[in-house]
């Protein structure tokens, strides 16, 4: 079964292609020769993931999933949430942004935070909504190489490292898209 997840994101492709069973061919937007950037334009994370889904199969014609993610901060109201991508505003790196978070969260006691994943399915004739949520903390300093975006200022509930600490396979046990994918993953297990 041939599938195109719609994202052009190189690190969450290689998280998503090592969680799926080997009978689903994965495609990235690359792949189908997609170079645009798909505009996000909803006011909630499970829209834009709706968004994404519908632009590929619209104008692609391929069975698809699209994520949408959302970073919330409980001291910041639920901030950048599902404006995480352009928290120091648009063509910003992930590091203006965890750079901006930090400076928001300085002297803040409470730093309870979390990731939350929707992932939007469209095959033939289904369309079906995921959703994932890891809870945690924003550190007060970056630690860590590995994995991308926030990942170097998010601590897990229950570890003492960050995201970008930990394995690839550690972070995909307990993530919000890992979460969201077990869920895709049943489900196309299950489809006659
Ligand atoms: P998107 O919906 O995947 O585009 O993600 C929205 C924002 O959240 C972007 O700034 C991403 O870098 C960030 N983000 C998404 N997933 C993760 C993750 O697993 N760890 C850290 N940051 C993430």
Do not use: W
């Amino acid at each position: 079964m041939e599938l195109v997840f719609a994202t052009h994101n190189k690190n969450k492709f290689k998280e998503v292609q090592l969680l799926l069973p080997k009978h689903i061919t994965l495609r990235s937007l690359d792949d189908i020769g997609c170079n645009d950037e798909i505009p996000e334009t909803a006011d909630t994370i499970e829209g834009n993931a709706i968004i994404k889904a519908n632009y590929v199969t619209d104008n692609y014609g391929y069975a698809c999933f699209a994520d949408d993610t959302g970073l919330m901060v409980d001291a910041l109201d639920g901030a950048p949430g599902v404006y995480s991508a352009r928290y120091a505003g648009t063509n910003k790196s992930s590091e203006d942004n965890m750079d901006k978070l930090l400076a928001e969260m300085e002297g803040q006691t409470n730093r309870d935070a979390r990731f939350k994943t929707t992932i939007a399915l469209h095959l033939e004739r289904q369309k079906v909504l995921f959703n994932g949520i890891v809870l945690g903390e924003i550190t007060t300093k970056k630690s860590g190489k590995g994995g991308f975006g926030y990942d170097p200022i998010f601590r897990p509930k229950g570890y003492d490292k960050t995201f970008a600490e930990l394995s690839i396979s550690v972070k995909n046990e307990i993530s919000h898209r890992g979460k969201a994918m077990k869920q895709l993953i049943d489900y196309l297990k299950n489809l006659k």
